[in-house]
C-alpha cells in the first residue's frame, strides 16, 4: 500500500483567509483525488487532480474556491480560499497506486477550524 | 452520476455476533467496489474490495457479495470483537469515470462487550 502523508494535520483559521494543504505519496500513482468530509458524515469528492493540468471538479465544486496543483505524480495541494465557518471540516487526499490504480488509500486528512 | 446508499447507519451487536451492512448503487456500469473502516479521527482504512467479476470475496473473519444483477453490494463481518467498533463506508467506482469513488452515507458499528 502507499505511504501518504498531508500536512498541516489540522489548522484554525479566521474567515477570509486561505490555507493551503499539501498531500505527498511515497511511491508514484496514477490518480491522486481531494475529498471532504464534514463532521459526522461521509466523504465527498472535491476533485481529481490531473498531473500538470487542470483539476477535475466534481459539481458544487469551483477551481475558485478550491483551487488545486499537481506538479508531479506523488505530490498535490489544495487551497481552500476565502474561508468561511462552512469550509470547517477535514480535508482527505487520497492516491491510487499505478499497478492496481483503482484501491485509493488515504492521508491522515487535515482538520480545519475557521472561526 | 453514480449514487451509492448504504444502510443500515447504525448498528449495534453483541460480541461475537456478526455484522452485515448493505449497499446499493444506481449507475450499472460502476466495478469496484471497497469499503473502509475509520476509527474515530483516523484516516479511512481499505479493508477489503470487490470487483464486477467476482461474486464473493473473503479475508479471515470480513466478506463481500456482490450482486451485479440487483446493484447491490454487503459487508459481512463474523464473530465480531470491540476493535471491529468503527464507521464502515462502502464506495463504488467506474474505470471509465476515471476510478473515483462515490461512497455511501456510513454505518457506525458499535461491538458490546
Known amino acids: 500500500s502507499a505511504v501518504i502523508s498531508q500536512k498541516p494535520s489540522r489548522d484554525i483559521c479566521q474567515r477570509g483567509t486561505s490555507l493551503t494543504i499539501q498531500c505527498q505519496v511515497d511511491?508514484?500513482?496514477?490518480?491522486m483525488f481531494w475529498y471532504r468530509q464534514q463532521p459526522g458524515q461521509s466523504l465527498t469528492l472535491i476533485a481529481t487532480?490531473?498531473?500538470?493540468?487542470?483539476?477535475?471538479?466534481e459539481s458544487g465544486f469551483v477551481i475558485d474556491k478550491f483551487p488545486i496543483s499537481r506538479p508531479n505524480l506523488t505530490f498535490s495541494t489544495l487551497t481552500v480560499s476565502n474561508m468561511s465557518p462552512e469550509d470547517s471540516s477535514i480535508y482527505l487526499c487520497?492516491?491510487?497506486?499505478?499497478?492496481?490504480?483503482?484501491?485509493?488509500?488515504f492521508g491522515p486528512g487535515t482538520r480545519l477550524l475557521v472561526l | 452520476g453514480e449514487n451509492v446508499e448504504q444502510h443500515p447507519s447504525t448498528l449495534s451487536v453483541q460480541e461475537g455476533d456478526s455484522a452485515v451492512i448493505k449497499c446499493t448503487y444506481s449507475?450499472?456500469?460502476?466495478?469496484?467496489f471497497p469499503w473502509y473502516k475509520q476509527e474515530l479521527g483516523k484516516r479511512p482504512q481499505l479493508i477489503i474490495d470487490?470487483?464486477?467479476?467476482?461474486g464473493e470475496k473473503k479475508d479471515q473473519r470480513i466478506a463481500v457479495t456482490l450482486n451485479k444483477t440487483a446493484k447491490h453490494f454487503s459487508l459481512h463481518i463474523t464473530e465480531t470483537q470491540p476493535e471491529d467498533s468503527a464507521v464502515y463506508f462502502c464506495?463504488?467506482?467506474?474505470?471509465?469515470?476515471?476510478?473515483?469513488?462515490?461512497f455511501g452515507g456510513g454505518t457506525r458499528v458499535l461491538v458490546k462487550p
Open positions: 487520497s492516491g491510487g497506486l499505478a499497478g492496481g490504480r483503482e484501491t485509493q488509500y
Open positions: 511511491s508514484q500513482v496514477t490518480m
Open positions: 487532480a490531473n498531473q500538470g493540468s487542470e483539476a477535475t471538479y
Open positions: 449507475d450499472s456500469a460502476s466495478n469496484y
Open positions: 470487490i470487483r464486477s467479476n467476482v
Open positions: 464506495a463504488a467506482s467506474l474505470e471509465a469515470a476515471g476510478n473515483k469513488l462515490t
